[in-house]
């Protein structure tokens, strides 16, 4: 197994159609796929049905085919991310403890099968849809397809690289942060989350019910759009279903944040992936203050929407508090703290942003935003699940409070092989134009990397001295990073250690090297990248050739000579942990 290519919603429905494959034909082919893709990673699937069931499915497709039925997705086979109900396998919602056994499948799942889907299986997610990047679950961690070191996106990782893998031609995802889109990001995927109640969520476990949406991941534009055809009207068993008439966007004016509102938590390659990505554009570029949906979005989990998710869960956090995944225990316990005047307060203040959004559309045709502002390895994002996750949804949050469409579009791809993408967002109602949109306004999208299948990593050795030293308070960022420890070394006798002045707490500044751990390429440009953004002051510090005693040479942390003013010379005292014992 060396590539698995993309699966193709409209080919294989015309191909069915017409008689040039059958849906046996096909499924045969994905049960191929699942089995090789079992053995790189298992985590994408919480549960599926089995070869001979996949096999009757596709029998049957082909029977209705024979019989004169015209099938808009005839044997096209789909993936459902597991907080939305399909008959025959259990609902989890990542929570064992909450497992049930479905009757009736969701109305959007009843509509695709009627056209002739075929669902393969339910996909594995944050636990209840808590989170936008897919390390929250009991079920185990589905990886990015294209680097399997960092983090899918969430909460729908694991139908996101379900779609990206090749093992289905779409997927059913949710939205209520930004779940159907930063997935989407960073596996090169399309990502379209329609306006709130154009696509029917009975049958969805509820993360906020009055915000959540059933969304679609997809490997082509045309391919989501086929899938909206089918799944979007309204639904009377819905309470929260919309009747919607569209709503044409132009593509004159697109908004865009003002310079200082664009967040990259340190990554200046993101800043970079979004720059050529606008640079692509044929239209106006206007810069818009993002505070108001900043405001917006902040409401959702430093707000009282936080008690949505409690209610959602409140007889399972109080009969069985441990079944919970312990960070998503944590957020939700969040929402026993508001009180029915805070949720007023805070719905009163949403209508006033509300209104400032929708006299932003008379400005703007449509936005052009990040889909997300970084990316993350999964160790890091282990290490610090809570702050991390929240800087993936900067420019998510506030969509759908503010009772938007978007659709996420790749762009680019980050040195990793992890994708970034820029999301469309306009009005409620603007589904279709957006969908039409994506497909002229932005240029030929990047061919993605080749797969992750072997999780086989460029690795470089780099000595580091003072905090990062073994067992010294800044080793973590090593390890976190998947760094190992190789051994002790002494540098080239040319070298100096310094110990620079006024510096809190003590640091060295110098080209020694203590320790020589192995650590994946770029793990540490991306640390001090991010570390230099945090920081009060512009540091004198590089990464950069160390030779060592022995003459062979390693990345190491080196100083601009201005670093030597008023500090220290040590080098006699041979390292920096005698320095600091004097």
Sequence with gaps: MTALDRLSVEAIAADVRSGRRTAADVMEEVIRRLDCYDAVQSAVWISRFDAAALRAAAAAIDQRVAGGEALPLAGVPFAVKDNIDVVGLDTTAGCPAFSYAPSRPATVVERLVAAGAIPVGKTNLDQFATGLNGTRSPYGIPRNAYNRAWVSGGSSSGSAVAVAAGLVAFALGTDTAGSGRVPAAFNHLIGFKPTRGRWSSRGLVPACRSLDCITVFAGTVEDAGLVDDIVAGFDREDSFSRAFDDVPRARRRIGIPRIDQRPWFGDIESGFLYDAALAGLDAELVEIDMAPLNEAARLLYNGPWIAERTAALQDLLRDDPDAIHPVVRSIVDEGQAYSAVDAFAASYRLADLARVAEEMWATVDLLALPTAPTSYRVAEMLAAPIALNASLGAYTNFVNLLDMAAIAVPTGRYHSGVGFGITLMGPAGSDRSLIDLAKTL????????????????????????????????????????????????????????????????????????????????????????????????????????????????????????????????????GGWRRYLQR
């Design 442 to 573: 932005l240029p030929a999208p990047v061919v993605p990397p080749p797969l992750d299948l072997e999780g086989r990593m460029e690795t470089v050795k780099l000595a580091v001295v003072g905090a990062h030293l073994k067992d010294m308070p800044l080793h973590w960022q090593l390890t976190s990073r998947d760094a190992r420890f190789v051994g002790e070394a002494r540098t080239a006798p040319a070298y100096r250690l310094y110990a620079m002045a006024e510096s809190v707490p003590p640091s060295p500044r110098s080209c020694t090297a203590a320790t020589a751990p192995r650590s994946r390429s770029k793990s540490m440009s991306s640390t001090w990248r991010r570390s230099a953004a945090s920081s009060p002051r512009s540091r004198p510090l590089a990464i950069g050739t160390v030779t060592l005693e022995d003459g062979s040479q390693v990345k190491g942390f080196v100083a601009e000579p201005r670093a030597t003013v008023n500090a220290e010379d040590i080098t006699a005292l």
